[in-house]
C-alpha cells in the first residue's frame, strides 16, 4: 500500500491507494467523518483535531471522488 500526499493533504485516511475503487474510497470516508464527527467530541482539542481531520479526509476526497484528478495521482 503506498501513501499518497497532494500539497499537504494525507489521501491515506480515505484509503487512498492506487487499488482502491471509489467506492471503496467513498465508504471510507464516510467512516472517518462519522467516526470522528467534531460533535462526537466535548473536549476543545479533540473537537479542533477532529474537524481538522474533517477537512483533511475531504480534501483528500476532493481529488479521489474525481476520477479525471485521480487519474493524475494513480
Known sequence: IRVLEIEG?????CGGTHVASTADIGEA??????A???D?????GQRERAEEL???V???????????A????D
Open 9 to 13: 493533504v494525507d489521501l491515506q485516511p
Open 58 to 68: 475531504n480534501a483528500a476526497w476532493e481529488v479521489l471522488g474525481e476520477p479525471a
Open 54 to 56: 474533517a477537512k483533511r
Open 70 to 73: 485521480r487519474a493524475a495521482y
Open 29 to 34: 470516508r464516510r467512516f472517518l467523518l462519522l
Open 36 to 38: 470522528y464527527h467534531p
Open 40 to 44: 462526537r467530541f466535548r473536549d476543545p
